[in-house]
Nanobody, 117 residues
Framework: QPQLVESGGDLVQPGGSLRLSCAAS????????MGWFRQAPGKEREGVSC????????SYADSVKGRFTISRVYAKSTLYLQMNSLKPEDTAVYYC??????????WGQGTQVTVSS
């Protein structure tokens, strides 16, 4: 059964860094595009970053460009999100997802990131 499990969320001060991990199981990660999404209290879920299964091309929301980096390690079936220069507005529950052809089929349960002094 396909499963995604996020980890790495924490309370961090503004300007700090975190690395989120997403462990995939039950499906072949190499066949799927992978993405990170987030949802802040009272707001809609938004896309943060994604990486394609083919050439590994990446894209980022304007709000995180230059601060966040998405990566994957197929041998570990793991997706990562390196987050630097964190801001209070980055506070949200972060989700990873896997999908094919423009839609995301599998979702994790989320990990909380809180940026506060």
């Amino acid at each position: 059964q396909p499963q995604l499990v996020e980890s790495g969320g924490d309370l961090v001060q503004p300007g700090g860094s975190l690395r989120l991990s997403c462990a995939a199981s039950g499906f072949t990660m190499e066949y799927y595009n992978m993405g990170w999404f987030r949802q802040a209290p009272g707001k809609e879920r938004e896309g943060v970053s994604c990486i394609s299964n083919g050439d590994g091309s990446t894209s980022y929301a304007d709000s995180v460009k230059g601060r966040f980096t998405i990566s994957r390690v197929y041998a570990k079936s793991t997706l990562y999100l390196q987050m630097n220069s964190l801001k209070p507005e980055d506070t949200a529950v972060y989700y990873c997802a896997a999908g094919i052809a423009g839609s995301y089929d599998y979702w994790g349960q989320g990990t909380q990131v809180t940026v506060s002094s």
